[in-house]
């Protein structure tokens, strides 16, 4: 019996919900009028997306993203910039693991393998979130180069039930 209770644990923790959930792009446009056309194409191809909404006056893609996709913020990214589009602004909504490290928190969407350095801002800033809680974030994410984790900045967050 205490194997099966082990086996079940283990289902239930890599079955957890751990993922981008929603990601909004603030785009500069490059004026090339099938770029834009073909974008919804190149992002709706993406496994685990559900939908793509483009507002060109805007300068705004909004992808709303399957539940359990293990869809990676970067190649999803470089989809956008890869006709020379520019990225002025990444918002998005995620779940995973809030961990502490040396250098202050880190965000780890569980299932991506990827870890991001968090700021807390906003409604955010000042709570003390419980560690190894799987929490709802809504924030900002910027790639820092120089191969240092992305910061994924957020303004909420909200721990999710077990």
């Excluded at 019996?1 to 500069?28: G, H, N």
């Amino acid at each position: 019996m205490p194997c099966l209770t082990l086996i079940l644990l283990l289902v239930a923790a890599f079955s957890l919900d751990a993922e981008f959930l929603r990601v909004e792009v603030a785009f500069q446009d490059t004026g090339c009028v099938s770029c834009i056309a073909s974008l919804e194409g190149r992002l709706g191809r993406v496994r685990g997306m559900e939908k793509v909404e483009i507002d060109p006056d805007r300068g705004v893609v909004i992808m709303h993203l399957a539940p359990k996709n293990r869809v990676r913020l970067t190649p999803l990214l470089a989809r956008i910039t890869q006709d020379g589009t520019k990225i002025l602004a990444t918002k998005v909504e995620a779940r995973g693991v809030i961990e502490s490290l040396q250098q202050g928190l880190a965000f780890t969407p569980t299932g991506l393998n990827q870890t991001y350095r968090l700021a807390l801002e906003g409604e955010a800033e000042g709570t003390n979130p419980e560690l190894s809680f799987t929490y709802r974030l809504r924030g900002s994410v910027e790639e820092t180069g120089s191969g240092s984790e992305p910061l994924f900045t957020a303004s909420s967050l909200k721990a999710e039930a077990r």
